[in-house]
């Protein structure tokens, strides 16, 4: 059983932890370039010495990963408990579409995070933590229409749509509106998940 020091120890990294998250959400979200914002900055930030912030998340990449989650959080919750047409109870042509306009709906909201995120895997996104549970959502969701082929490689298709990346350069560079690029996903998704021509 634990002493009561080590129950205070505890009380204090969690607060710490909050603490930590806390203030690099508020410096990624007011920040116009978030690459630049560094370990020593979020620390400050937070009232607490660098060495708290690399114990409670080993390095940058962790600490994204940490608030990339916890931003998550509502939306996996959606994903894995709630109604239709995100929960696991719709069907798959309608749940597909579903999921790729949430998850583009939470990069977009959350632009600079995902981006610096995807970026800490070498300019990749796959071997950013949440892809391979997308993926896995995607597939095993794909799965489930009969008449669905070859689940694995279409999930990592669709997903490719919603890259952090992609994203950036469709609303930045090429000024895509928001309810346009949603609409432009939604059409290519229902025409993967569903190819029969529209009658």
């Known amino acids: 059983m634990p002493t009561q020091p080590e129950r205070r120890s505890r009380k204090d990294a969690a607060r710490n932890q909050e603490a930590l998250l806390a203030a ?7 920040s116009e370039s978030p690459e630049d914002l560094t ?21 940058r990449a962790g ?14 919750e959606a994903v894995e408990a709630g109604p239709a047409p995100l929960g696991p109870t719709a069907p798959p042509r309608e749940r597909v579409p579903a999921l790729l306009d949430a998850l583009l709906c939470f990069k977009l909201d959350n632009r ?6 995807e970026e800490t895997g070498s300019g990749s996104p796959y071997r950013a933590g949440h892809y ?6 995607l597939r095993s ?9 070859d689940a694995d490689f279409t999930a990592h298709a669709l997903l490719a749509a919603t890259r952090a ?5 469709l609303t930045g560079r090429e000024g895509v509106p928001r309810e346009r690029l949603r609409a432009q996903l939604a059409r290519f998704a229902q025409r993967v998940v569903d190819p029969r021509p529209e009658r």
Do not use: I, N, Q, S
Request: net charge negative; aromatic share 8%.
């Open 112 to 117: 600079a995070l995902a981006l610096a995120l």
């Open 39 to 59: 370990m020593a900055d979020v620390a400050a930030a937070a009232g607490v010495g660098k060495g708290t912030l690399f114990r409670a998340f080993g390095d």
């Open 165 to 169: 990346d992609l994203v950036e350069r």
């Open 24 to 30: 690099a959400d508020a410096l990624f979200a007011g």
């Open 141 to 149: 969701t794909l799965e489930r229409d009969p008449d669905a082929t």
């Open 132 to 137: 391979d549970y997308w993926h896995g959502l």
């Open 63 to 76: 600490l994204l990963r940490a608030l990339y989650a916890a931003r998550l959080e509502p939306l996996r």
